[in-house]
């Protein structure tokens, strides 16, 4: 990933956001019950600051994007 070191949303004193970071993650899967599935995460630059997007490897074409890392996984 890039780090964004002009624009605070970007960045604070514990995290740093950088845009392009993707990473892979075995989670259970949200459309067949008692599978796990790979989840592919990326942060995105958005307007405002940083977007966090999973995409589930069963279900590509529903992506979840959110202001919020915790917030794509809640959702």
Known sequence: G?????????????????VGFKSI????????????VNYFNEILEGDDGPLFKVTPEDDPQNP??????????TV
């Open 2 to 18: 890039r780090v964004v070191w002009d624009k605070p949303s970007y960045h604070s004193s514990n995290y740093i956001w950088p």
């Open 25 to 36: 993650k075995k989670h259970a899967s949200m459309k067949n019950n008692g599978e796990k």
């Open 64 to 73: 979840v994007v959110a202001k919020t890392a915790s917030t794509a996984w």
